[in-house]
């Protein structure tokens, strides 16, 4: 029932910022949660950052605290992850996925967009 859209990916620096966009389709936000996961080659999907849709608690994995910001535009179906002081180990495929609740395993989504890539250059 839940369809979301990743886009904002691309190709930067090192040290640039890149915001991406989480858009929900056939329905509005206002319960649950969302969460933003990446995958690397040969890695596992790892959460990087998630929020509650009502409440509007977060989460950041230690890797990305205090150089990505996650947020939310309810009224426009719309997610973001702002992410500033890019690493080359940021590289990765991005994902937003939707819960009913704030959670950090990847499994606990039923959701999942198609996914959009992040490079970030050396």
């Known amino acids: 029932q839940v369809q979301l859209v990743e886009s904002g990916g691309g190709l930067v620096q090192a040290g640039g910022s890149l915001r991406l966009s989480c858009a929900a389709s056939?329905?509005?936000?206002?319960?649950?949660?969302v969460g933003w996961f990446r995958q690397a080659p040969g890695k596992e999907r790892e959460i990087v950052a998630g929020?509650?849709?009502?409440?509007?608690?977060?989460y950041y994995a230690d890797s990305v605290k205090g150089r990505f910001t996650i947020s939310r535009d309810n009224a426009k179906n719309t997610i973001y992850l702002q992410m500033n002081s890019l690493k080359p180990e940021d590289t990765a495929v991005y994902y937003c996925?939707?819960?009913?609740?704030?959670?950090?395993?990847?499994?606990?989504?039923?959701?999942w967009g198609q996914g959009t890539q992040v490079t970030v250059a050396s």
């Open positions: 996925a939707y819960s009913n609740f704030l959670r950090t395993v990847p499994t606990e989504y039923a959701y």
């Open positions: 056939g329905r509005t936000f206002g319960r649950g949660a």
């Open positions: 929020i509650s849709l009502s409440g509007g608690s977060t």
